[in-house]
């Protein structure tokens, strides 16, 4: 458990599509005892022995006509039935070699039907639609070996735009570090003893297991994506578990990451100290991973909707639910003001800015954790460019507020959320915005930049 990390470092993750690829093999045709021709009857085996000496002058010329016709009828019906017999053979050699042709048809159709499948799907992936996508890293993932007992499940979605890739992944249990630090063999009783490892121990083991896990499967993710179809991972790292409180079933996320390739490969990972690079790359861990405490993650799992990601719905037409991209300002300002005032904040709206957003001071109402909260909205169908990040900041910094919101309908690219790690500020993007507005404002919408085409 110590060397999860280190371990994946000397493997190359990434899956080659053409080894993917099958070729037909045939064995030789083998017919067996049929490809061997029956032997022909021979007549020295039928001929009668000619008559000599005595046996010529008392008839013995005469017999032995006799016997040559007989052996010639006996001949003549020996040779129709290897005629038969052969012309037999030759049938059953034909179907039998009918039927390996038959054969090798099937499997050059199944190779040539699993290689188009395997070009079929890195056509796909090249030009990174989703479910291709998820599907390759899944399998990346699923050749990832760990201990045994280890769950690695998982769950994975990717927004083609930002060129993002949401990770859910399991953690295992506590139990998975063991409670028995030795092992002893006590002679003079025959017996062996064990000594417990300290509570202490566990804990910090099972914390740097937690950080390595993470580590390492966005590790993986980056080294095995050759054709930069990932910009930035977001890792949610759950445990499936019960609450020893309740007894109810629970999933409380231990660990959650947000990081961009260019910071996350900058890594030496063969030196660093797990929980120290995870703070520093600004992931919210766990205080008490060991007692399950929960952080809340960068980016619910959930909140990543295909409706976004899709982008132009085939039955936009039939589809009543409100397309964002189609309110006009007013009524996106009242929706997303609505939204917060439903999230628990209490918003006051300011002016709209220029491109039809809506900028306005909230106030969260919680004893320490709230304050004032500019939010701003980008009501935009390209991704999101990171000077409008640095204008948050520089609102929120103005504004002494204690946390800056951008809601845009788009999305952002990884120099905005490079910018925003580690400050104040909270980037919810289209597929985000869908999610909030249905679990908090009852209000069921999509974004389909296809009908203002």
């Not at 949401?166 to 092992?183: F, K, N, S």
């Not at 976004?308 to 964002?324: I, K, T």
């Not at 504004?399 to 800056?404: H, Q, R």
Request: glycine share 6%.
């Amino acid at each position: 458990m110590d060397k999860l990390l280190s371990a994946t470092l000397e493997v190359d993750d990434h899956i080659d599509l053409r080894r993917l690829r099958r070729s037909a093999k045939h064995p030789p045709f083998d017919p067996g005892p049929l490809g061997t021709p029956l032997p022909p009857p021979d007549w020295r085996r039928f001929a009668p022995p000619a008559p000599s000496g005595i046996s010529k002058m008392f008839g013995g010329q005469a017999r032995h006509q006799q016997q040559m016709a007989a052996a010639q009828q006996a001949f003549a019906q020996a040779q129709a039935q290897h005629a038969a017999a052969e012309a037999d053979r030759q049938r059953r050699l034909s179907a039998a070699h009918q039927k390996y042709q038959q054969h090798c048809a099937k499997v050059d159709a199944e190779v040539n039907a699993h290689n188009a499948e395997i070009e079929r799907f890195a056509a796909a992936l090249a030009a990174a639609e989703p479910d291709p996508v998820v599907e390759y890293f899944g399998m990346v993932l699923g050749n990832s070996v760990y201990p045994d007992d280890f769950p690695q499940h998982y769950r994975l979605a990717y927004v083609p735009e930002p060129r993002q890739l949401v990770v859910e992944y399991h953690l295992p249990t506590l139990d998975v570090i063991p409670a028995v630090r030795e092992y002893r063999y006590v002679k003079s009783r025959d017996e062996i003893t064990t000594a417990a490892r300290p509570a202490k121990e566990i804990k910090e083991r099972y914390a740097n297991l937690v950080a390595q896990v993470t580590l390492r499967t966005v590790h993986e993710l980056f080294e095995a994506d050759r054709s930069g179809l990932v910009e930035t991972v977001v890792f949610n790292g759950i445990v499936d578990t019960t609450d020893p409180r309740t007894g109810a079933s629970v999933q409380p996320c231990l660990v959650t990451l947000r990081t961009t390739r260019d910071v996350f490969t900058g890594l030496n990972l063969k030196l660093v100290e797990p929980l120290a690079c995870l703070q520093h790359l600004n992931a919210s861990v766990s205080k008490r991973p060991a007692e399950l405490a929960p952080v809340r993650p960068v980016l619910e799992f959930d909140m990543v909707d295909k409706r976004f990601v899709d982008e132009v719905d085939v039955l936009a037409d039939l589809d009543q639910r409100p397309n964002l991209l189609k309110l006009s300002p007013t009524e996106f300002e009242s929706l997303i003001q609505n939204l917060f005032a439903r999230m628990g904040l209490d918003t006051k709206q300011t002016r709209p800015s220029r491109d039809g957003g809506v900028d306005c001071v909230a106030f969260d109402p919680r004893p320490i954790f709230g304050g004032k909260v500019v939010i701003q909205a980008k009501r935009y169908r390209n991704t999101v460019d990171v000077s409008a990040v640095r204008d948050l900041f520089g609102t929120l910094q103005n504004e002494g507020a204690s946390k800056g919101i951008l809601v845009t309908t788009s999305g952002y690219g990884p120099a905005s959320y490079e910018f925003a790690s580690g400050k104040p500020l909270e980037l919810i993007d289209g597929s985000n915005l869908l999610y909030l507005l249905a679990e908090h404002a009852e209000v069921k919408a999509r974004i389909d930049p296809g009908e203002l085409d």
